[in-house]
C-alpha cells in the first residue's frame, strides 16, 4: 500500500499570506495526485488533479506542483474562506486509493 | 449540474447492517465509476472502495472485505454501499464519489473524486 504523509498537521497562517503544504509518497506515484479541500461539516472539494491542474471554479491562487514522490500545494494569499482540511491522494495505483491525514490551515 | 445524492442519517446497533444509496443527476450514470470514502469523528478521509458502474466490476479496502458491498441500480443512477456486522468503530460519515478518469497512452485510468456526495452519518451503538 503506498502511504501518503502530509506535513505539517496544522498550519498557522495570516490572511493575505502564503501557505504552502506538503505531501510525501511512500512509493512514486508519478503525477496521479489529487488535493481536496473540507470545511467543518461538509463534503471534500477537489481543488487539484494531474499534481498541477486546477479543476472547474478553483481560484488561481491555488497551486499544485511536484511528482514522484514529493508534492506542494501553494495557496499564494490566504482568504478567509481557504481556512480548512487539506488532503492529499494518490491514484497511481487504481483500483485503489490512498489519503494523506490531512493538514489543517488555521488563521494565525 | 452533476450531483450526487446519498440517504439520509442512520442509527445501528452493532451487528447490524447498513445500507447507503448515493443517487447521480446530471450526466450519464454508467459512464463514471464511483468511489466510498468515510470520515469517523474528527479524522481524516479513509478510502472504502470502488465500484464500475459499467462492469460492476469492485475493489474493497483489505480492512473492510467481507464485510462491505458495493452495488449499483442503471435503471435509477444509483449506487449503493452495505456494510455489515458493524462495530462503534463504523461510526463515520460515509461518502460516495464519482471518479474521474484519463487516457493515458491508450489505456483508461481511474483517477481524482469529484464530486462528492453530501455525506451520510451512520452511527454505530447499544
Known amino acids: 500500500e503506498i502511504v501518503m504523509t502530509q506535513s505539517p498537521a496544522t498550519l498557522s497562517v495570516s490572511p493575505g499570506e502564503r501557505a504552502t503544504l506538503s505531501c510525501r509518497a511512500s512509493?512514486?506515484?508519478?503525477?496521479?495526485l489529487a488535493w481536496y479541500q473540507q470545511k467543518p461539516g461538509q463534503a471534500p472539494r477537489l481543488l487539484i488533479y494531474?499534481?498541477?491542474t486546477r479543476a472547474t471554479g478553483i481560484p488561481a491562487r491555488f497551486s499544485g506542483s511536484g511528482s514522484g514522490t514529493e508534492f506542494t500545494l501553494t495557496i499564494s494569499s490566504l482568504q478567509s474562506e481557504d481556512f480548512a482540511v487539506y488532503y492529499c491522494?494518490?491514484?497511481?495505483?487504481?483500483?485503489?486509493?490512498?489519503f494523506g491525514q490531512g493538514t489543517k490551515v488555521e488563521i494565525k | 449540474q452533476v450531483q450526487l445524492v446519498q440517504s439520509g442519517t442512520e442509527v445501528k446497533k452493532p451487528g447490524a447492517s447498513v445500507k447507503v444509496s448515493c443517487k447521480a443527476s446530471?450526466?450519464?450514470?454508467?459512464?463514471?465509476?464511483i468511489s466510498w470514502v468515510r470520515q469517523a469523528p474528527g479524522q481524516g478521509l479513509e478510502w472504502m472502495g470502488w465500484?464500475?458502474?459499467?462492469?460492476?466490476?469492485?475493489k474493497y479496502a483489505q480492512k473492510l472485505q467481507g464485510r462491505v458491498i458495493m452495488t449499483t441500480d442503471t435503471s435509477t443512477s444509483t449506487a449503493y454501499m452495505e456494510l455489515r456486522s458493524l462495530r462503534s468503530d463504523d461510526t463515520a460519515v460515509y461518502y460516495c464519489?464519482?471518479?474521474?478518469?484519463?487516457?493515458?497512452?491508450?489505456?483508461?485510468?481511474?483517477?481524482?473524486?469529484?464530486?462528492w456526495g453530501q455525506g451520510t452519518l451512520v452511527t454505530v451503538s447499544s
Open positions: 491522494q494518490q491514484y497511481n495505483n487504481w483500483p485503489t486509493w490512498t
Open positions: 465500484i464500475s458502474v459499467h462492469s460492476d466490476n469492485t
Open positions: 494531474g499534481a498541477s
Open positions: 464519489a464519482r471518479v474521474g478518469s484519463i487516457m493515458v497512452q491508450g489505456v483508461i485510468r481511474r483517477g481524482w473524486f469529484d464530486p
Open positions: 512509493q512514486s506515484v508519478s503525477s496521479y
Open positions: 446530471g450526466y450519464t450514470f454508467t459512464n463514471y465509476d
